[in-house]
């Protein structure tokens, strides 16, 4: 059973930090790129980055580009998601996805 499972959300004050990990078993995490999407209230789900499956290539939505940074760990199964010079509108839940498989999801608030 393929499961992944997002931590590190919380409540920041604008200008703050935060790293999300998403951690991946049931499948041989390697082969698979990997992506972070987030939801905030009323919108839809947005793209927000992407890393290919050595990690040797990123990509990223505009509004987070420059701030934000997605990174892998193959030994360790897990992808991260570096958040800094966070914006209150960067609050929403947070999903890591990987083919047809997603998260639950990590709520992530800016706000002072």
């Known amino acids: 059973q393929v499961q992944l499972v997002e931590s590190g959300g919380g409540l920041v004050q604008p200008g703050g930090s935060l790293r999300l990990s998403c951690a991946v078993s049931g499948l041989t995490f390697s082969r698979f790129p990997m992506g972070w999407y987030r939801q905030a209230p009323g919108k839809e789900r947005d793209f927000v980055a992407h890393i290919t499956t050595a990690g040797t290539s990123t990509y990223y939505a505009p509004s987070v580009k420059g701030r934000f940074t997605i990174s892998r760990d193959n030994a360790k199964d897990t992808v991260y998601l570096r958040m800094n010079s966070l914006k209150p509108e960067d609050t929403a839940v947070y999903y890591c996805?990987?083919?047809?498989?997603w998260g639950q999801g990590t709520q992530v608030t800016v706000s002072s």
């Open positions: 996805r990987t083919d047809n498989y």
